[in-house]
């Protein structure tokens, strides 16, 4: 034999270098965890000596570590890159695991079948653990994640009784303070945009909003709730809806910056002046708060340090060192602008 190789290495070849059988390197390849830690090790260096797999893949099967946190979003490429709070998030997070010499992988996952091809990678242990943003209620994958033994962080929570680690704002508050804020300008018929109602953060932030008209004395009107989509179409959607409903409200609170982008824009098409007519406060400071015309007075959440805390926390978890709050709410800030 001249100790070639021809073509590209096989299943079979593995099996034989490692001295197992073709179904037991199925095994490892597949995460498997009915297998030894001795017969993981032997089909781990086959794996690297033949290159049937990239050598960082087969040090994930010796069960080293890969280096590579997986951040995943349930989003559309469209609303991914639309949304400065995702950019926001991303940047947060990159530069916490740049820090510590790990590689981030966007990935998005927008089908179920996208999600089990994820599941299938994780599966295969080619990364270190996963950090999950934009997850609705009845999302299976924060469960699937730690059903496969891998590290997990969700930014925001699906639930107030979350069971997955996550780092959030507190959203409660910043429909609270929105609303106090336009009361203290003298404003009474005060309607609001929600997110959509099946994510914690639309319904935590429409609960603020509840809370801050009671708190003010004044009467709950469904009239002026309505639901939105954190897109800046739905706020201009729903924004029209509401002049229908309630053609004298003086004031609007959008649960994001976005969507009060929109809600700006249907205002203005039916006339009405911001803040003479209605006053209007958005959720984030995003950099779309600061462009409107007016400028937009917004509840600021600290989005760039909730990507750092939720790699941070992660990492800790890789080490095997969780640390004590698996739990953690940031603060938000009103910042005040032209807008009301």
Known sequence: MSGRRSGRPTLEQVAAR?????GTVSRVINGSPRVSERTRTAVARAVAELGYVPDQAARALAGSRTDAIALVIPEAEARLFAEPYFLDLIRGAGAALAEADRQLLLTLVRSGRERQRFERYLAAQCVDGVLLASVHGDDPLPDR????GVPVVMNGRRTEAESVPYVDSDNVGAGRTAVAHLVGRG????????GPLD?????????GYRA??????LAPDEALVAVGDFTEEGGRRAMQLLLDRRPDLDAVFAASDVMAAGARAALREAGRRVPEDVALVGVDDSPVARLMDPPLTSVRQPIEEMGRTMARMLLQDVAGAPGE????VLPTELVVRESG
């Open 199 to 207: 994510m914690y953060v639309a319904r935590a932030r429409l609960g």
């Open 145 to 148: 994640v730690r059903a496969l």
């Open 187 to 194: 404003r009474s018929r005060i309607a609001t945009v929600t």
């Open 18 to 22: 490692a001295g197992v059988g073709r």
């Open 325 to 328: 709050h698996r739990r953690q």
């Open 212 to 217: 801050g008209l009671a708190e003010a004395g």
